[in-house]
């Protein structure tokens, strides 16, 4: 009895934290403890701490925002409390003298889009100028500018979103996307060509069991050159990672994830596992000598994974959690035959290099002299080769190359197959293009469509968004056109917006999916594809795995976005089967096994359940019947 209690205790558990994780987006949520009510000091330190802390947070507050924004607009916040920040704030025409949100409540894109509109200067067209920047065209205008994805003013901003949005404002501001990592964000881009080939002596984030279970990536075996050699002379190796350039008072280092942040300094050397995070309107550039430069830019945090000396053989991978690397080679030995065409770089110093930069979204091999990667919620990630080929691998598992000989900027998305679909997306949004969708997706995508709905095209996510239609209600009509060996199906019937999660154990860190940029693919496989925001007559969503998945306890949930209080119900299929669900609210607490997980969602709140995926199904409760779809 008392193993069964405490089986019971952990289903509960594993539904309560996917319930609070589902909290994410939701509209009417609030925040139990802002960040600051502990790091609203100045101090750099206390500063830099609410940044990360605030970029891992499921939702930020009116609090934490309007304190975000005040540090960066005037670098502090001497207001004592959040009345004082609204009231400065209002004084400065950044939110409207009528705003009455309160602190602790989720703050939203269209409250947010008023001040960034005039942070930016924005200034818009006629409607803008004859009523102001109010939060509904302001959200239209940043979308149109690139500075939000595809948006509605009534979207709740993690924390994530909310320094993705700050580090884009900066980009905007002070030009620094396309430049070499020799070059820090101030320094002009005239100096490149100059002192890109001199020795520029001169002048992360505490979560690293995230940077432990990024993706692996291997070598493309088509860009293996064996007869590749190198030149002759031995090549001097410096494994150590000495800083050479800061920008800002907000750069922070550490040896290992262990060893308290420090101050950076040039000159300081570390080694293999060390870690960078910076704050906004901050970098830190640090080389290995003799031939590779980094610069780490705004808002950012990364580690230094692998320096393995072989021969005249370095390999080099750096793990970037969150933000934007670049990355510069010294020049491609050009009398070295074989150089464009190995994974291994051999730079003019007569070192190979295997570079490998990865982020939880993506992989970048770097072939080329001068690379970038970004990776920042809620933006699709994105790579970039100002000289030189890269090879990218998105969160699909899809190998790109991109770039060339000459130098020319390419740019390559991971929500699009090519730098020329990137760049044709970056000028024309294109509802029809379906470069997300798998054939797996297709079938059910397609049924949706006959049956009334409308597909368009989320680049920020990189989901297809559907509304209206009439959503299969029965068996015989899902079953058929339900993508995976392994499928969570949400369904609902009313004019609702719903979302469904699912999360699990695998790799002992576990994995969460959810319909939002970041979080659409597991490394286990599992994914979803598209967002059903709703209709009249209700929605449906899917997670799925197209193999083989993770044996365990699974936990389904749903999250209520906006709308009507509706129905819900949540059916798991395994090759097309039902399989028992746990059921831990039923029986009076003591939990029961449905076939079907009947609730009531209002927007606001959450609701989960338990599936027992490749494990024994737990001796609780008697079976509840439930019919197999809703009537």
Not at 136 to 152: A, E, H, M, Q
Not at 261 to 267: D, L, M, R, S
Not at 437 to 457: A, M, N, Q
Not at 481 to 496: I, Q, S, Y
Request: aromatic share 8%.
């Amino acid at each position: 009895m008392h193993s069964k209690q405490n089986r019971i205790s952990a289903l509960r558990l594993a539904a309560a934290l996917s319930a609070a994780i589902l909290l994410a987006g939701c509209q009417s949520a609030h925040i139990e403890q802002p960040l600051t009510t502990t790091y609203s000091a100045n101090d750099t330190a206390t500063q830099m701490e609410f940044w990360h802390r605030l970029a891992t947070s499921p939702l930020a507050s009116n609090d934490e925002a309007f304190h975000g924004l005040l540090l960066f607009t005037d670098g502090s916040d001497p207001s004592p409390d959040y009345a004082s920040r609204v009231s400065t704030l209002q004084s400065r025409h950044l939110l409207p003298s009528d705003f009455h949100g309160a602190a602790d409540e989720a703050v939203t894109r269209g409250t947010l889009s008023v001040p960034f509109v005039k942070i930016l200067h924005y200034h818009g067209g006629v409607t803008m100028t004859l009523f102001g920047a109010t939060p509904r065209y302001s959200t239209r205008l940043l979308v149109y500018k690139g500075i939000y994805p595809d948006s509605s003013p009534n979207q709740a901003v993690s924390g994530a979103d909310f320094v993705g949005f700050i580090g884009k404002i900066e980009d905007v501001q002070r030009d620094t996307i396309e430049k070499p990592a020799a070059l820090l964000p101030d320094q002009p881009v005239a100096t490149a060509d100059n002192d890109f080939n001199i020795n520029l002596s001169e002048n992360f984030h505490e979560d690293s069991d995230l940077a432990a279970n990024l993706p692996e990536f291997s070598f493309d075996p088509l860009y293996l050159d064996t007869a590749a050699t190198s030149p002759t002379t031995t090549p001097v190796f410096n494994t150590e990672v000495t800083i050479d350039g800061i920008e800002g008072k907000f750069v922070q280092v550490r040896a290992s994830a262990d060893q308290p942040w420090q101050p950076a300094k040039i000159g300081d050397k570390y080694g293999q596992d060390a870690e960078f995070r910076t704050g906004p309107k901050s970098a830190v550039r640090f080389v290995i000598q003799p031939d590779q430069t980094y610069t780490l830019d705004r808002v950012s945090t990364l580690k230094v994974a692998q320096i393995i000396q072989q021969g005249k053989k370095l390999t080099t991978q750096v793990d970037l959690t969150y933000g934007r690397v670049r990355y510069d080679l010294e020049p491609i030995n050009k009398e070295h035959p074989g150089a464009d065409r190995s994974p291994y770089q051999v730079s003019e110093t007569g070192i190979e290099h295997a570079t490998t930069i990865r982020s939880p979204n993506s992989t970048l091999a770097v072939r080329g002299t001068r690379v970038s990667l970004y990776d920042q919620p809620p933006y699709a990630p994105q790579a970039l080769s100002l000289v030189g080929r890269a090879e990218f691998r998105n969160a699909r598992r899809e190998l790109i190359v991109f770039g060339g000989k000459k130098t020319q900027t390419n740019r390559i998305r991971a929500d699009q197959p090519s730098a020329a679909e990137t760049a044709l997306a970056d000028t024309i949004v294109d509802p029809s293009i379906r470069l997300a969708r798998t054939d797996e997706d297709t079938p059910l995508l397609s049924t949706l469509i006959s049956r009334g709905s409308v597909v368009t095209f989320d680049r920020g996510s990189g989901l297809d968004i559907v509304s209206g239609g009439f959503p299969p209600t029965t068996d015989k009509e899902l079953t058929p056109v339900l993508p995976g060996k392994l499928d969570f199906v949400l369904r609902w019937t009313g004019n609702a917006n719903l979302d469904l999660s699912v999360a699990n154990q695998a790799g002992g860190t576990g994995e969460f999916i959810y319909p939002a940029a970041g979080l659409t693919i597991s490394p286990s496989g599992g994914r979803t594809r598209f967002d059903h925001i709703g209709g009249p007559h209700g929605g449906i969503e899917v997670v799925y795995w197209p193999g083989a998945a993770p044996s365990g306890y699974y936990s389904v949930g749903i999250n209520g976005i906006s709308g009507v209080t509706t129905g819900a119900t949540i059916d798991v299929f395994k090759n097309g089967h039902r399989i028992p669900l746990v059921d831990t609210s039923a029986n009076g607490g003591s939990g029961g096994l449905v076939t079907t997980f009947h609730t009531t969602v209002s927007p606001g709140q959450t609701s989960a359940v338990i599936a027992p995926i490749g494990v024994p199904v737990p001796p609780i409760g008697p079976p509840i019947k439930s019919k197999s779809a809703i009537r």
